[in-house]
């Protein structure tokens, strides 16, 4: 199972970016799935969270300004970012709680390889 973040990039302060990512291998199901971000230098923090039933949760720093969404066919989750601030620099990480064909019979949490967002002033 792995997951494969895309959508990073460069803006300017004002604009828009959607991320995508994408779980693939043995999957069985997935529960919750989110983005968290880690800027130079801090703790890598929650963002939103979205559970398999579509109930979302955000931090407070980016309510009304990002969205969480997911596509349960195609095993994707998408945060809209509209409105960035330099401050939403970082790397975004999407996780998901995925139970696996061939796991140990529980969901794991799985991380994927982290996309820049790069907010100029």
């Known amino acids: 199972v792995q997951l494969q973040a895309s959508g990073g990039g460069l803006v300017q302060a004002g604009g828009s970016l959607r991320l995508s990512c994408a779980a693939s291998?043995?999957?069985?199901?997935?529960?919750?799935m989110g983005w968290y971000r880690q800027a130079p230098g801090k703790q890598r923090e929650l963002v939103a969270t979205?559970?398999?039933?579509?109930?979302?949760n955000y931090a407070d720093s980016v309510k009304g300004r990002f969205r969480i969404s997911r596509d349960n066919a195609k095993n994707t989750v998408y945060l809209q970012m509209n409105s960035l601030k330099p401050e939403d620099t970082a790397v975004y990480y999407c996780?998901?709680?995925?139970?696996?064909?061939?796991?140990?019979?529980?969901?794991?949490?799985?991380w994927g390889q982290g996309t820049l967002v790069t907010v100029s002033s």
């Open positions: 291998g043995t999957i069985f199901s997935i529960d919750a």
């Open positions: 979205i559970s398999s039933g579509g109930n979302t």
């Open positions: 996780n998901a709680d995925i139970l696996s064909v061939y796991g140990n019979g529980w969901y794991e949490d799985y």
